[in-house]
């Protein structure tokens, strides 16, 4: 009995001494961690941060915090002052004690080719859209998306301003419709088309997140990357159509899809006889 209480007290001793070892090496990896080389200062939020959250209240709070982390393990782009959230709005989810890239953020680096990043030859388009025509901050900078607009009937539009959204025999369909021989026409019916059928999201001002991971009733100011002509027709549709929206298109098809437009039945279509 003493020989297997004796093996026994040994073996609490080795446990022990074993725990106190592993404490002991912890310890000495992070004072290597913290002095064995050199140190950069990053700021971390305290709390989870969740896409299209405005930061200034969080920073009035005190919901971040600066960290000291070794500066080879600094990720590209990471914020180091707490100036740099002032007036910003995450476009994506930040987690707690995580390093915050500033591409998470409204005002994080642009891509190459300007303050915006248009593409040579193009103009960036700005506009204001209706929150949920915007997508309601699912659409972030960078995203490519397609442009419709929606006609309701008995709006006067010039026939040659319809030439840049509708496809000759399309038009041709709207004008036999209308009987209009003018320079001017009444839609006769409500008819939606692509007026672009694939375009870069330059720039975008999401709605701030509130309660219960909803958005605020906001207009969305964003900034599309567009050729001459395809801002000129984006620009008559925002002017003169019933509704502009933008549809999100996937990464493995930023091409888009090349439908034509969607035309409503007349009256007579519908019903079978004359109004």
Wanted: net charge negative.
């Amino acid at each position: 009995m003493r020989s297997r209480g004796l093996v026994v007290a040994i073996a609490v001793v080795l446990a022990i001494v074993a725990a106190a070892a592993v404490i002991l090496y912890t310890n000495g990896v992070k004072n290597d961690a913290v002095t064995g080389g050199a140190l950069s200062v990053v700021v971390v939020s305290k709390q989870d941060i969740a896409a299209n959250t405005n930061l200034n209240p969080l920073l009035e709070q005190g919901a971040f915090t600066e960290l000291k982390v070794p500066t080879d393990a600094v990720v590209g782009g990471a914020v180091t002052s707490m100036s740099e959230l002032r007036g910003q709005t995450t476009t994506a989810p930040i987690l707690a004690n995580e390093q915050i890239a500033s591409a998470r953020l409204s005002g994080g680096e642009a891509p190459q080719g300007g303050a915006l990043g248009i593409t040579p030859g193009n103009v960036g388009l700005p506009m204001v859209l209706e929150g949920g025509a915007a997508g309601y901050g699912l659409i972030q900078r960078g995203n490519t998306v397609a442009v419709y607009a929606t006609f309701k009937p008995g709006e006067i539009v010039p026939k040659a301003a319809l030439r840049q959204i509708l496809s000759p025999a399309q038009l041709a369909k709207l004008l036999g419709d209308a009987k209009s021989s003018g320079p001017l026409v009444a839609i006769p019916f409500k008819f939606t088309v692509t007026v672009v059928q694939s375009t870069r999201v330059l720039n975008i001002q999401n709605p701030v997140a509130v309660e219960g991971n909803k958005f605020s009733e906001t207009d969305v100011p964003l900034t599309l990357d567009l050729t001459p002509e395809d801002a000129e027709a984006v620009s008559y549709a925002i002017v003169n159509a019933d509704r502009v929206n933008l549809g999100l298109l996937p990464p493995e098809n930023e091409d888009g899809y090349p439908i034509e437009a969607s035309l409503g039945a007349s009256y007579d279509d519908v019903v079978g006889v004359k109004a």
